[in-house]
């Protein structure tokens, strides 16, 4: 934690911290957590820092830096289970805004059993 503080310090007196969050993907404020040593970043922004920088890092085999993963594809990935969700089983308990422009959304959603039978429907409420 330490040296990823001391790099990204560096960086920001450099490049400032605008800039250097740009290059590595994160936002200002994230940047400034790494900068202080609040905060780790993901090991796709050191593997970032570590290829636009030149930085290595000392506690991080650079086999781990070096793998990159690939998205299957562009789009999203459904699970069948995200697949079954309908509308009505969706219920919106909480939405709160955020100092930093985030959105808190609190949800409660209603999973289907595998079985739409009276049986399996009885078995759970039972269980309940």
């Not at 911290?17 to 796709?44: H, M």
């Not at 650079?62 to 289970?81: F, V, W, Y």
Request: glycine residues 4%; aromatic residues 6%; charged residues 30%.
């Amino acid at each position: 934690m330490k040296q990823v503080a001391e790099e990204f310090t560096k960086q920001k007196k450099k490049l400032g911290a605008k800039e250097a969050a740009r290059q590595l993907g994160v936002s200002v404020p994230s940047f400034y957590n790494y900068a202080v040593g609040s905060d780790l970043p993901r090991i796709e922004v050191l593997r970032t820092a570590h290829k636009k920088w030149k930085i290595d890092w000392d506690l991080i085999d650079a086999s781990t830096l070096l793998k990159t993963t690939n998205p299957i594809s562009a789009e999203q990935l459904l699970l069948p289970l995200i697949r079954s969700v309908r509308e009505e089983d969706v219920e919106v308990i909480e939405v709160v805004t955020g100092k930093d422009s985030s959105l808190r959304v609190m949800l409660r959603i209603r999973f289907a059993t595998e079985s739409s039978s009276p049986t399996a429907k009885n078995t759970v409420q039972a269980k309940r």
